[in-house]
């Protein structure tokens, strides 16, 4: 089995990549040689029959038509096409029919990230993160607009879109990092969703999955809001250093007066907080574009809690 990238194509890293790329090749060079052919034809015919001094009144004497070349090239363009056909559409069939032993990651598409939610509670931000060999069953939806989620190395392309559900599936046969695009180029950042998918042995995954599961009870909220300051894809706008990014940065704003965009100000404290998360446009910061999301349905009430005990943190540090 070749498993290494060629001129035209990535890595195939899944295990419809072979198949794949087994139809591509002979649709690539089928059309190849006809472009060649009837180029060829084309170039040679032009300069051999072209018109001489004195060929006028040979113009109707030609062949009017040739039967057995006329059927050749019905029947034999059919049958290539019925190839293509039968091979495409049994790939297809693979490709859409998902395997009944699958792990389900739930994939959730938004400006301007993605987000995967995993068994067990885990979740992960921008990297999807996949035991090898296992077949893996991607559910997802989009929280805004309609975004496309592609992993060119397992050859799994698909829209996500808003308000229902799309299904695709991969079984990865390598371990490695294979990059994750979002192809929906008619916004502003989608070509900023970039990501990866990290292909772990099955021991590897497993232990990811053990760190990598939050909510656990009795975590320290500080820590809890630690992890889902990443989970949750606060830090592709917040950083928590000072520095202010797509948003305001976390660090020393708890307790600190904030100005808005309609001049007015105030103290931020834990309600302004849970505001901010839950109903981001009640109160634009001034210099700042309203491009927050709402996490209203995506944070549980413990969980806000920790965001706003972790933010309380940063807060104190700052000072
Ligand atoms: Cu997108």
Sequence with gaps: MDTTATFWLPVPASTVAQDIDALWSFVFWISTFFFLLILGMMIVFAIRYRRRAGDVERLDK???????????????????????????FRGYMKMTVVPANSMEVKVTGQKWFWSFAYPEGASSVNDLVVPVDTPVKLLMSSQDVIHSFYVPAFRVKRDVLPNRYQVAWFEANQVGEFDLFCTEYCGTSHSDMIGKVRVLSKADYASWLEESTIGAEGMDPVELGRKLYTAKACMTCHSVDGNPGNGPTF???????VEFADGSSLMADENYIRESILSPRAKIVAGFQPIMPTYQGLLKDAEIDALVAYIKSLGAESE
């Design 62 to 88: 030609g062949p009017s038509h040739n039967n057995p070349l006329e059927a050749a090239w019905i029947i034999i363009p059919t049958l290539i096409v019925l190839v293509i056909f039968v091979w495409g």
């Design 251 to 257: 660090k020393g704003v708890f307790g600190h007066q």
